[in-house]
């Protein structure tokens, strides 16, 4: 075999002619993806009369109040990378800070498999402010664990909410993510404990690929080193919590504002469960920003569980598309256009090496 996987003495297909084998799977996702706007088109249809009619009659205040609050969503996020980089020793500004958390909304909600670029963007970025590696990807990944819990207590108080009660589910996930926040800080507080048992792991592993039993030690200490770094105290652990909840009740409040900018009166528990299906079906990149299933989750989640007629949740949905997804894509974009276009000549680095800590 080849370093290209094809077997020795054959000779290799040509680009086009490898890109031509796949185009069937362009046309069928593409057939797909019409069927599914036909589809969703003649379901609406009876309705869309309706909705542009209240459309029409928006309220304008609430649109203002709906972008404000979005924007305010944003900023909060941006605070939570802001505020675990300086738990890792590194200082950036909040405007630095929220400039790449639109740059990487942006590709994430456009981009064909834009959570990978969106996350190598920001990878990249964190490691140009200063941040080791290790500091850059617990960030990442300790930002998405915080606001996935965000979005978990949202769906469960909403579904409280319908009980008239806290339930257990709420109380547990209250307690997991403080037990999280306790293990993150104490294994930045105490490395060690962390090194004793990456070295058992790592001499298990050794022993099986029949590798010399310190093979790799220096890796764990290395790591060890920059995990030190990491001093996630009770105050910016409470102020991660404190603007996670901001980022996500921004948001929240963002989709309630749309219902009221057409007159609309959602109910507390339906708007809730409504937001947190949107956003977790959204989650799934099978389309950029979740266009058309995230919007059918939604119109579906308003009708039945916020008691709004279909013709209004359509129009609300339409508006909190238009303010969370279409105006903050723009600019997104527009903020990565004049802050961070230029290449720099650690870009290929910087790419190698995430996809190194990737794999």
């Known amino acids: 075999m080849t370093a290209d996987g094809d077997l020795a003495g054959e000779p290799a297909l040509p680009v086009a002619e ?12 593409g057939t797909a993806l019409l069927a599914l706007l036909i589809g969703e088109g003649a379901y609406l249809w009876p309705r869309l009369h309706e909705s542009w009619r209240t459309l029409t009659e928006i309220h304008w205040g609430w649109l203002v109040l709906c972008i404000f609050l979005q924007a305010v969503s944003m900023s909060g ?6 505020q675990l980089l300086h738990a890792g020793g590194v200082d950036v500004s909040q405007r630095k800070s929220v400039s790449v958390v639109y740059g990487a909304t942006a590709m994430s909600l456009t981009l064909p498999a834009g959570q990978v670029f969106s996350t190598a963007f920001t990878y990249r970025q964190t490691r140009r402010w200063g941040a ?11 930002s998405g664990v915080v606001a996935t819990a965000g979005l978990a207590l949202l769906g469960i108080a909403g579904a409280a909410l319908v009980g008239n009660r806290i339930g257990f589910n709420l109380i547990a996930s209250l307690v997991a993510l403080a037990v999280l926040l306790f293990v993150g800080n104490y294994l930045a507080r105490h490395p060690g404990t962390l090194e004793a048992l990456l070295r058992r792991i790592l001499a298990l592993v050794n022993r099986w690929r029949k590798k010399p039993a310190d093979h790799g030690i220096a890796k764990l200490a290395e790591i060890r080193d920059q995990l030190e770094s990491v001093d996630l105290g009770k105050k910016d652990a409470g102020l991660v919590g404190v603007w996670a909840l901001v980022h996500r009740f921004a948001d929240v409040a ?25 956003k977790a079906v959204g989650s799934i990149p099978f389309a950029p920003g979740g266009i058309v299933y995230v919007d059918a989750t939604l119109i579906y989640g308003l009708t039945a569980g916020a008691g709004l ?12 598309r238009l303010v969370s997804f279409i105006l903050v894509a723009i600019v997104g974009w527009i903020v990565f256009a004049f802050l961070f276009r230029t ?3 650690d870009d290929e680095a910087l790419e190698a090496e995430f996809k190194q800590r990737r794999i």
């Open 18 to 29: 490898r890109r031509r084998r796949f185009r069937w799977v362009k046309w069928v996702l």
């Open 77 to 82: 996020f941006g605070r939570v990378q802001k």
């Open 132 to 142: 080791s590696p290790i500091v850059a990807s617990w960030q990442l990944v300790f």
């Open 254 to 278: 963002c989709l309630g504002a749309a219902c009221f900018a057409i007159g609309a009166d959602p109910k507390l528990s339906g708007l809730l469960i409504a937001f947190a299906a949107g």
């Open 309 to 320: 007629p279909a013709s209004q949740a359509v129009a609300a949905a339409f508006i909190y």
């Open 343 to 345: 290449p720099h000549d």
